[in-house]
């Protein structure tokens, strides 16, 4: 499935259906993706992005979130073509930047893992 979504996601490339304001919405498009493969869908999407594509992805990989982490520190004028949403939505928050917000969201999708880390040590 993974290797199928970057084909379809280079079909729709090539056929010109992805254009500036169209929107591209991918559920986990990590899945069955190697984590070398998972940062070439994250750069592949992220480029869509800075041609003006509205790309909303739900995610649980580390790998893509950390490539954006990475990108953003590197390019800080980067941070305006990402959102970051984590849900639930807890109400009453106030607005954090991107760097909380990703700290917030790398410690729960990690956090199950630490766990068993140190738990086997």
Do not use: C
């Not at 990108?71 to 009453?92: C, H, M, T, W, Y």
Request: charged share 25%; proline share 4%.
């Amino acid at each position: 499935m993974g290797i199928a979504n970057l084909g379809i996601l280079a079909l729709l490339i090539e056929r010109k259906v992805l254009d500036k304001g169209t929107f591209l919405f991918i559920d986990e498009p990590e899945a069955h993706l190697h984590p070398a493969w998972q940062v070439v869908m994250a750069e592949s999407l992220f480029e869509l992005s800075r041609q003006g594509v509205n790309v909303v992805i739900a995610t649980h990989s580390v790998d893509i979130l950390k490539w954006l982490e990475v990108r953003v520190k590197k390019n800080p004028d980067d941070e305006q073509l990402i959102a970051l949403n984590q849900f639930p939505v807890k109400s009453g928050k106030t607005e954090e930047d991107f760097e909380t917000k990703m700290g917030k969201i790398m410690h729960e999708l990690t956090k199950p893992f630490s766990d068993l880390y140190i738990e086997g040590i």
